[in-house]
């Protein structure tokens, strides 16, 4: 039996374990107040900002391996169903490169923290958060294209409804996270306190990245069942300089 279908589930569980436990520690260390801070402000400081970085550098790699054989199973599907139409091909070739670009941003938002390269950081947050959310628009219109030949159409809806859900929350946590570091006027933006100014706009900030990063390690976890009918073959190599070399004698 093909052990494909643990991908997903082992990126859903990486990046899980990641942010609650990331969050636990800088709670422990006294580095983050108890609320709601964002994600990365979790793991700001050492020793849980090193865990952090090599966990979702983990979880980037393995949701790359998914992206990539999502594609390749639309590519398949192609193959054997040529019907589906060219737009197919079209959509999936976008989805793959949507999809490196999220993995792209999650793992610079691992590696470049706010508080040292805020530009950087931000311009992670962005591939990872907008073109996973295009990522998402596309695997949905893929669903429900390659229905009913695979997957089913209870999953499409649901990808559907996540993928509005998190470009919703996308554009709520940009608008109320930038009024809310307008509004700032405490001295440490990872122990925000009601008393510093913009409060209320980074609590929503906040939650609204929680939300949506949960809801893409749940989207990434629809790829399971369907995982489950794909094997993967070692990758054929070929010794060119040797090949040559037997060839001139």
């Not at 006027?185 to 122990?191: L, S, V």
């Amino acid at each position: 039996m093909s052990n494909v279908y643990l991908i997903p589930v082992a990126v859903f569980l990486v990046f899980q374990v990641s942010f609650v436990g990331t969050y636990i520690a800088a709670v422990l260390q006294g580095h983050v107040v108890p609320t709601v801070p964002y994600i990365s402000d979790a793991a700001t400081y050492s020793p849980e900002s090193c865990v952090f970085g090599q966990m979702i550098n983990l979880g980037s790699v393995l949701l790359g391996i998914t992206v990539y054989v999502r594609y390749r199973q639309i590519l398949q599907l192609f193959e054997h169903h040529s019907d589906l139409g060219s737009n197919l091909l079209r959509y999936n070739r976008l989805a793959v490169w949507f999809g490196w670009a999220s993995c792209l941003g999650i793992s610079i938002v691992g590696n470049f923290q706010e508080t040292n390269v805020r530009i950087v950081h931000f311009t992670g947050a962005f591939l990872c958060f907008g073109f996973g959310a295009l990522y998402f628009w596309l695997q949905s219109l893929i669903s429900y294209m390659i229905y009913p030949i695979a997957g089913t159409k209870s999953n499409a809806h649901l990808r559907l409804a996540m993928a509005a859900c998190c470009t919703m929350l996308f554009i709520l946590m940009a608008v109320t996270g930038i009024m809310s570091h307008i509004l700032f006027k405490g001295e440490n933006p990872r122990k925000w306190y009601p008393s510093d100014g913009g409060w209320h706009f980074h609590v929503i900030s906040s939650i609204s990245e929680w939300i949506m990063a949960t809801i893409f390690s749940f989207y990434i976890l629809t790829f399971t069942e369907e995982f489950r009918d794909l094997d993967i073959d070692h990758p054929q190599l070929r010794l060119i300089s040797y090949s040559l070399t037997l060839t001139s004698n």
